[in-house]
């Protein structure tokens, strides 16, 4: 079955420091997209990237850079020099194409403080 | 700008009174979601329409209805509110439901509305 895993609930660091958010997923198909959103306290969840199952480039807009491994099923969230509006929950998430679904399987999110 | 609007961001009914919350869109996408999510967790998807096709969750308590009068407006009917519905309720939309082609799939989120159960 498809699942996410976001084994971090919560994490916090100081200002400026680089912080790293795990997204662990298990698939059976080939084809598959996975997401990262961010939900600040108001509440909405904001898209950050989509990628492919078959695209394993590194990608970088910004402070933020994403590592994806398809041979350790990961698709890592990396924040560099955080700064206190990056505070939110962070939601990793997987859909599956090829069976023809259309949901995302969400993982739990992952708390992040930035503290001043 | 094209967005996700929810209306009315926070709703306060009582407990058995029916409530409705409003989506509409302005980006012209085919499917139109409602999740729900409870403090602390991940969102919970309730169900989704593509175009006028409804598609319930399994789990969805019948509780819960929706409506699609055209393609820019969605409602999440709640019939008898309990005390356990009291969450966040996310809309959220994409132009196709599978990522056949391009990144047609990806979900835009409205702000919320946050209903309370007294």
């Known amino acids: 079955a498809q699942k996410v895993t976001q084994a971090q609930t919560e994490i916090s660091v100081v200002e400026k420091e680089d912080v790293t958010l795990d997204c662990v997923y298990e698939?059976?198909?080939?084809?598959?997209?996975l997401f990262w959103y961010k939900q600040p306290p108001s509440g909405e969840l904001v898209f950050l990237i989509r990628?492919?199952?078959?695209?394993?480039q590194n990608e970088i807009s910004g402070r933020y850079s994403w590592n994806f491994q398809k041979s350790t099923s990961s698709f890592n969230f990396t924040i560099t020099a955080s700064q206190v509006v990056d505070s939110a929950v962070y939601f990793c998430?997987?859909?599956?194409?090829?069976?023809?679904?259309?949901?995302?399987?969400f993982g739990t999110g992952t708390r992040l403080k930035v503290l001043a | 700008d094209a967005m996700v609007i929810q209306n009315p961001r926070y709703q306060v009914t009582q407990f058995g009174k029916p409530v409705t919350l409003s989506c509409s869109q302005t980006l012209n996408h085919n499917v139109m979601y409602w999740y729900q999510q409870k403090s602390s967790q991940a969102p919970k998807l309730l169900f989704h329409y593509y175009d006028k096709d409804f598609n319930n969750e399994a789990d969805t308590p019948d509780n819960f209805q929706s409506r699609r009068p055209n393609t820019s407006f969605c409602f999440l009917d709640i019939r008898s509110p309990g005390l356990g519905d009291a969450a966040m309720y996310l809309c959220a939309t994409s132009r196709e439901a599978t990522g056949a082609s391009g990144s047609t799939d990806t979900q835009y989120f409205g702000p919320g509305t946050r209903l309370t159960v007294l």
């Open positions: 698939t059976r198909d080939t084809t598959y997209y």
């Open positions: 990628r492919n199952s078959f695209d394993e």
């Open positions: 998430a997987l859909s599956e194409t090829t069976s023809g679904t259309y949901k995302y399987i």
